[in-house]
Every structure is written in C-alpha cells, then in structure tokens.
C-alpha cells in the first residue's frame, strides 16, 4: 500500500499589520470630546465669575458736598492696620494736650470737673469702664498736677509720640496698639516736668458713628472727636507703663 501522501497545512493568511484595521480609531475623537468639555466647563467658570463681579453690591454714599460716591462694602470687623494706629495715636493726642484756650469753664461730671479735651475724649471708651478710668485719673492728678491748674490756664500739658504705633490683633475686630510718648507738663514758657507716657490701648470695632456727639460740631474739638468716631473703632481697655 502507497503511503499517503502528506498535507503540508500552512496557517490562514492574515492581512499585513499595516493594513489592519486600528483598534484605537476611536480614540482621536475622545481626546477632541474631552477638549470641547473642558472648554465648555472653562467658559461657564468664567461667566460664572463674571456674574459674580457684577453682581457684586456696592454701597452709595453721600458726600458733605453733596457728591455721590460708590464703595464697595467689606466686613464689619474689618479695619486696616493704619486706621487703628491712627485712632489710637489721635485718642491720645486729644485726651491729653490741655491749653488755656481750649479749655473753657471744663465740664463736671459727678462732682469732679474735668479738662474738656478728656472729657470729650472719653466718651470713645466703653460705658462702665470710661467712668472707672476718669475716677482713677482724678485720683493720679490730684496731688502734683490738679485738674484745677489746667483749667484755670496756670498749667499746660502736649503729648508727644515718637514711633509708629505697633498694632497687634488679638482676636477678629479687637486690636492691642501700643503707642510710644512722652507728655510734657509746663507752665508758660517753662517746663515742668515731662512724663512717660507709653500706653498699650485695647480697641474694637463697633459701628461707625455709634458715639458720635450729636449733630452739631460747634467746636474744633467736636469736630476732631467726630472724625475719630466715624473710623468705628471704641476702647475697651486702657494701660500705662
């Protein structure tokens, strides 16, 4: 018997690699679907902020002139750093310059008579603690340096502040500032005596014009202490070292 003849079985033929048909067609339009998504999302970020921005409120004010004026509100605690240095620079200017012409008849209250500037200045204390600290300068002053020598003119007093004052926030809308001065006591021409006159002030935010006095500003010193109220800032608590 011949043998059989034998089949020489080759594999299926297949097509080049080259010309296969990709099995990644599909991806060129997913990366484009993905840039058109992001584009999109890009474009509504962008009119979101947009919106944001005009629909931003704004606060219109009326000037003493008559002018309207736009500002943009911030918050309620908020003041900047020069704002408080310069209420507390101010405060103690105003408290404690005493000159003979300024001075008046002072004003009294609770039987003790006091030098107008600090009695005006006071009223940027909080109540209950401004009626304890006017008590306590009484007493200091009343031995070497009476409120009476000032107000009849005999004595005058400057404060001088020779730094900037260093302000330290201690919690939202409270401040320490610390303020660096010298006042000096003197009688006509002649110096008296020139008194250390370093305070670290405590203040807060309150709303502006909260203690102002009153409508009327018949004064220079009104007006001064006015302007200062307008900042929105009150003391809470007063040391000297």
């Known amino acids: 018997m011949n043998p059989s003849p034998k089949i020489d079985r080759q594999p299926p033929l297949t097509a080049h690699p080259l010309a296969q ?6 991806m060129p339009w997913a990366i484009v679907s993905l840039l058109l ?14 919106a944001a921005v005009v629909s931003r409120p704004y606060i219109y004010l009326q000037k003493v002139d008559g002018t309207t004026d736009r500002a943009e509100p911030v918050d309620e605690l908020y003041r900047s750093n020069a704002v408080v240095k310069a209420f507390a620079e101010d405060w103690l200017k105003l408290a404690y310059t ?22 005006t200045a006071s009223m940027a204390i909080s109540p209950g603690y401004r009626e304890i600290y ?11 340096f009476s ?14 502040v020779f730094e900037q004052p260093i ?3 201690v919690e939202p809308g409270v401040w320490d500032v ?18 250390n006159f370093n305070h670290v002030l405590r203040l807060k935010a309150i709303d502006p014009g909260n203690q102002r006095l009153g409508h009327s500003e018949h004064t220079t010193l009104e007006k001064l202490f006015n302007q200062m109220q307008n900042l929105g800032l009150q003391i809470i608590k007063i040391n000297q070292y």
């Open 37 to 50: 998504i992001n584009s999109l999302l890009l474009w509504r970020l962008l009119g979101l902020n947009k």
């Open 21 to 26: 048909k990709s099995r990644f067609e599909w």
């Open 178 to 195: 610390t303020v660096i001065a010298t006042r000096t006591h003197a009688r006509g021409n002649a110096i008296m005596a020139q008194e």
């Open 167 to 169: 302000v330290e926030q």
């Open 98 to 119: 005493w000159r003979d012409h300024e001075q008046d008849s002072g004003v009294t209250e609770r039987r003790v008579k006091y030098p107008r500037p600090l009695h």
């Open 134 to 144: 006017l008590t306590s300068l009484e007493q200091k002053y009343s031995q070497q």
């Open 147 to 160: 409120f009476e020598q000032y107000l009849s003119g005999k004595n005058q007093s400057y404060v001088r």
